[in-house]
C-alpha cells in the first residue's frame, strides 16, 4: 500500500489526529477518543499504520496478564517530499470521492448536515498569511480536543491553500 493510499482513509487521518494532540495513546484510549469506530476496525488501521511505521510503539503497559501497546506517531515518516504533488492530487481525489459517496447515499441533507464550501482569495505577506495559518490551527485544535457527547458527529474540514495563478 502506497503512502497516499495509507493515509487518506478517513478512519486513519482520525487516528493521525489523535496523535496530533496526545503524544502518546493505547487502543483503548484511542477508542475513548472515537468512539464510532469499530474495535476490529480500529485494531485493523493500527496495524496498518505500524505496518507501515507511521506509528510505532514507544512502551507497553501490563494489565492482568496482558500487554497493552502504547503508540507514537513517527513523524519520521510522515515527512515526504512530493514535488510531483501526486500526495496533494491522492488528496483531492479522495476529498471528491467522500462527496461523490455522500451526494450518491441518497440521504444528503446540505442544509441539514452544515454542508460548508467556501473560497477566498488573501492578499498577505508571508508573515501575515503564517500568523493566519498560526490562528487557523489553534481554533482547530480547541474544537480537536472536545470529547465525544450525545448527538456528536464526524465533520472533516479540509483547509487547502493554493498559489494564485495571476
Known amino acids: 500500500m502506497e503512502m497516499a493510499e495509507i493515509v487518506m482513509n478517513p478512519v486513519r487521518q482520525r487516528i493521525f489526529q489523535y496523535f496530533l494532540l496526545h503524544k502518546t495513546g493505547t487502543v483503548k484510549e484511542i477508542r475513548k477518543a472515537l468512539p464510532d469506530v469499530p474495535s476490529a476496525s480500529l485494531y485493523r488501521h493500527i ?6 511505521t507511521i506509528l510505532m510503539v514507544v512502551g507497553e503497559n501490563r494489565i492482568r496478564g496482558t ?10 515518516a510522515m515527512e515526504t517530499e512530493d514535488e510531483t504533488g501526486n500526495a496533494v492530487q491522492m488528496s483531492l481525489l479522495s476529498i471528491c470521492a467522500t462527496f461523490a459517496k455522500y451526494f450518491s447515499s441518497g440521504k444528503a441533507d446540505s442544509k441539514k448536515d452544515m454542508l460548508l464550501f467556501t473560497n477566498c482569495t488573501l492578499l498577505l505577506t508571508d508573515e501575515e498569511f503564517s500568523g493566519f495559518l498560526t490562528e487557523i490551527n489553534q481554533i482547530a485544535v480547541k474544537y480537536m480536543k472536545k470529547e465525544a457527547v450525545e448527538g456528536s458527529k464526524t465533520r472533516q474540514i479540509t483547509l487547502i491553500s493554493a498559489p494564485s495563478n495571476e
Open 47 to 52: 496495524k496498518i499504520l505500524t505496518d507501515s
Open 67 to 76: 500487554v497493552e501497546s502504547v503508540y507514537q506517531l513517527n513523524k519520521d
